[in-house]
């Protein structure tokens, strides 16, 4: 089984604003993957060492567990040099970065449109749904038109201190796409949703539950 995991290439939000990916969301979802026997190809608008959002650089402890995803995270290939393969899965994670870059980059849309219509799994945590929002299935149906969805919500953005920074409110316009949205009764707490075969978590602690859904549902189990 093979997984294309999809990262941003973005390193700035807005001025003094550095953003990147979010190594979490990341790393867990790697290892459980990895752990199951999935090969995981790694992959990025520019290619190359994927860049960390600074608050999420790793400590002495992550950089021991999680050595083998960071890595992978030096040798991204580009999306342009997969945009012919064919996976098992495609996963993005999130931090702000997806927002800059994949919310509007047709190589990784087209990707997922053939992959949508094959029934292949397509997965995202946190602001990686935001690849997703401009997508479209291949009938030219917004991607997430009647699809029950989750992503990091107004509230959360709020409490990161970054609602009126990011260019758009993933929540918002993950409704405005036609995501049935849901999301857990308080900010912060993990959270999973999956419809199909799509699977979406809403915040960094949903990582976990995340890879164990995005390997279970690869497994068929």
Same mark, same amino acid.
């Given at each position: 089984?093979?997984?294309?995991?999809?990262?941003?290439?973005?390193?700035?939000?807005?001025?003094?604003?550095?953003?990147?990916?979010?190594?979490?969301?990341?790393?867990?979802?790697?290892?459980?993957?990895?752990?199951?026997?999935?090969?995981?190809?790694?992959?990025?608008?520019?290619?190359?060492?994927?860049?960390?959002?600074?608050?999420?650089?790793?400590?002495?402890?992550?950089?021991?567990?999680?050595?083998?995803?960071?890595? #992978?995270?030096? $040798? /991204?290939?580009? !999306?342009?040099?997969?945009?012919?393969?064919?996976? =098992?899965?495609?996963? @993005?994670? &999130?931090?702000?970065?997806?927002?800059?870059?994949?919310?509007?980059?047709?190589?990784?849309?087209?990707?997922?449109?053939?992959?949508?219509?094959?029934?292949?799994?397509?997965?995202?945590?946190?602001?990686?749904?935001?690849?997703?929002?401009?997508?479209?299935?291949?009938?030219?149906?917004?991607?997430?038109?009647?699809?029950?969805?989750?992503?990091?919500?107004?509230?959360?953005?709020?409490?990161?201190?970054?609602?009126?920074?990011?260019?758009?409110?993933?929540?918002?316009?993950?409704?405005?796409?036609? #995501?049935?949205? $849901? /999301?857990?009764? !308080?900010?912060?707490?993990?959270?999973?949703?999956? =419809?199909?075969?799509? @699977?979406? &978590?809403?915040?960094?602690?949903?990582?976990?539950?995340?890879?164990?859904?995005?390997?279970?549902?690869?497994?068929?189990?």
């Amino acid at each position: 089984m093979r997984a294309l995991f999809v990262t941003t290439s973005a390193v700035q939000l807005a001025p003094d604003h550095p953003t990147g990916l979010w190594l979490e969301e990341f790393a867990v979802p790697y290892l459980a993957a990895t752990e199951a026997g999935i090969a995981v190809t790694v992959a990025s608008p520019w290619g190359g060492p994927v860049p960390l959002d600074p608050k999420t650089a790793p400590n002495d402890e992550q950089r021991h567990d999680w050595a083998a995803p960071l890595l #992978a995270l030096q $040798h /991204s290939v580009t !999306l342009a040099s997969v945009q012919d393969e064919t996976f =098992d899965a495609i996963f @993005i994670p &999130g931090g702000h970065g997806p927002m800059m870059d994949l919310a509007k980059d047709a190589t990784l849309h087209a990707l997922v449109a053939r992959h949508d219509a094959a029934g292949k799994v397509i997965a995202a945590v946190c602001h990686g749904p935001a690849a997703l929002v401009h997508a479209k299935r291949a009938d030219g149906q917004p991607f997430f038109q009647g699809r029950r969805a989750t992503g990091f919500t107004n509230a959360e953005e709020f409490l990161a201190r970054l609602k009126d920074v990011v260019p758009f409110l993933l929540e918002d316009e993950m409704k405005a796409s036609g #995501a049935d949205f $849901h /999301s857990a009764l !308080l900010p912060l707490l993990s959270h999973v949703e999956q =419809d199909g075969n799509l @699977i979406t &978590g809403q915040n960094p602690n949903s990582s976990e539950a995340v890879g164990k859904a995005l390997v279970e549902a690869m497994s068929g189990r």
